[in-house]
Every structure is written in structure tokens, then in C-alpha cells.
């Protein structure tokens, strides 16, 4: 009796796990067909034509611009602030003033020594008087007029540093935020207010060794900075450093850019491109067309096939491409791709190797093949 009950619950368990066992089997067999069976989603983007152009080339570098002239005004002697002659950010001449110091007790030293120069004057006077009556030596003559340079020395001594005193702009420029106070008691070398000369700008960058024959001093410089996107400041090349640099071999280049307007400001980092001389035939595609992977780079090109109803539709073939130079938006394609070939240039998240597509605004497929200029 106890084993025919095993043996009925042996079979119902078997039923019921064979059941469930079949259920998960059909489904699964029944989203397997249906994603089969299923219409491929059209993807909507936008594409551009492959395009044959003469590229000229152009050597890249990252730069810092500096003004033509800049420096920490300071003065070069210890003293407390008794005038400031400028606001914060107005222009100043050379010989302007900026600071004056305290110098009264320099000045009552200067008097003192004047006073003594003077009476060492009178000396000399005297004993050359008196040379001339035999009545003091040669060697009095002498030393009256050693005592005297001595004293002149002193009072020119003093005048300089009373001159030091009294701290003048050294070029002409536009004053940065003032660092001192009326009153402060400054140390030699201290920063008193920054002066830059923004009539012109320099920009440092480095190029390397294998582009030292394609630039020359005098030659056109092009320059962007993320400050003023789209606009481009022309310079030239203004010196190269003598010695390459042997631990990394980069040349330190200099470019001058005019700066009328003032727009451009030391510290700025800028984009430097530098055309070469010759030009190559080269195939050409918007840079927003390249999918950018770590096993390759590749575009999306549109291909028109016969569908299973016999019309016509358009699918894409991932293409992986060997890419070179970029400029102005467009970057040049070595290997991958031909002239003419139309590539998608926007919505390539959606597509796979084999997506149908819909071509969004003019379609490129039915315009004639350009060949530009560049």
C-alpha cells in the first residue's frame, strides 16, 4: 500500500515538472520565432558624402600665451607705503608712478652729506691754494681731494636710494589687482601690483624634431582658444630655440599675435597650426561620422540593397577605417572608405552592422560626387 503511494506521487511530480518543463520550452520557442519573424526598426539619421579634396596638412601644437611684456612690479627696497598712484586695472605709461616710500630718513642723510661734500669742497680749495704757496704738501692736495670724491660718492649714494624709493612703471601696460596698502611696511621683492603689456602676445609651444624642416621664423601661424570658439588669430613665428631638447626631442617655438583688442590674456592655453607646404589627394568625411572604439575606428556606410518584396531599402555596413589629420570639422580617411561613399553622421547609437535606415533631409545617394579644395 506504502509503495503505490510512492509510486502515484512519483508520477504526479512527473507530470506536474514535465508541464512546467514543456511551458518554458514553448515560450521560449515562441520569443525565438517571433524576434525571428519580427521587422527590422528603420533608424533615422543623417549622412554625408565621402569626398576627394586636396589636404593640406598642418603641424599641431598646444601653447601658453604670455604678454610681450610682464613682471611683478616691486621695489627693491624694504620701506613703508606713503602713496599708491594707481587704481586697480587702469593703463599706466612708463615712468608713471606707482608706489612712493617712505624717505625722510634718507632725505635728512642726503643733507647731512651734501653738507659734509661742500665743506670737503672747501677743503680742496684751500690746500690747492696753498700748494701753490709751498705751504702744504702734495700729498695734503691729495688727500683733500680723496676726502672729497668720498663725500660725492656718499651724496650720489643717498640720491640713488632716494630714487629707489619712489617705484615707476617700466613700460607701458594695464595694471592687474594692487597687493599692498597705504601705510604697509613692504620687504624688497614684494609683490606690489602685476603690469602686462597685452599690445601684443606671446604664445609658447613645442613642435617636434621631424617638423623642424617645415618652420621657419616669419612663418603664418593660425591660433584658437577655447575663450573665443570659432574666431582664428593670425601670428607668425617669431624665434625657435637653438638646442632640441635631447630627453624628449621637442623644439620650443615662439609665435607673435597682434592683440589690438585686447582680447587675448596671458596664461591662456591656445590650439597652434602651422600649414606645411605641400598638399596630398586625400579622402575626407565630417569628424561626427567616426565611431571611436578601442579595437578600431570605423563609419557607418549607407548601402541601397533589393528588400524581400523586391524594393528598395537602405541599410549600413560597418566599416573600420584607418584615420589622419583633422581640421576644420573634417578628418581625413587613409584606408576604409572611398570617394563617393556615403557615410551616417548622426544617430549611430541605434545602428548595428545590417540596421535599416531613413535618410533625414537631402539624400546623398542621388547627389553627384564633389571634389573640393582645401
Known sequence: MRAKRIVIMLVASGIVFGGVFGFVAFKNHMIKQYFATMAKPVVAVTTAKAEAVNWQSVVAAV???????GVDVSSSLAGLVKEIAFQSGQEIRRGQLVVRLDSEVELSDLR??????????LTLERQKTLLRSDTVSQSALDKALAEFKVKLAKTAGLQAQ?????????????????????????????????????????CDFSVSQKDLGVIKVGQSVRMTTDAWPGEVFIGEIAALEPQVEAKTGMLAVQARFPNAERRLRPGMFAKIDINRPETEPVVTVPSSAVTYALHGDAVFVVREEAGAD???????????????????????????????????????????????????GEDPLKAPATTAQK
Not at 601653447?63 to 611684456?69: D, P, R, V
Not at 651734501?114 to 670737503?120: G, I, N, R
Not at 601696460?173 to 613692504?186: A, E, F, H, S
Not at 581625413?332 to 572608405?337: F, P, T
Open 162 to 202: 632716494i630714487g629707489k624709493k619712489v617705484v615707476v612703471a617700466p613700460f607701458d601696460g594695464v595694471l592687474g589687482m594692487r597687493k599692498v596698502d597705504l601705510g604697509q611696511y613692504i620687504q624688497p621683492g614684494q609683490t606690489i601690483v602685476n603690469l602686462q603689456d597685452l599690445s601684443q602676445m606671446l
Open 310 to 360: 523586391g524594393k528598395a531599402v537602405l541599410k549600413v555596413e560597418r566599416a573600420v577605417v584607418e584615420l589622419g589629420d583633422r581640421q576644420g570639422g573634417m578628418v581625413v580617411v587613409r584606408k576604409g572608405i572611398h570617394v563617393g561613399d556615403v557615410v551616417v553622421t548622426s544617430g549611430q547609437v541605434k545602428l548595428e552592422n545590417g540596421s535599416l535606415v531613413q535618410l533625414s
Open 63 to 69: 601653447g601658453t600665451l604670455q604678454a610681450l611684456n
Open 112 to 121: 647731512s652729506a651734501q653738507a659734509d661734500q661742500e665743506l670737503a669742497k
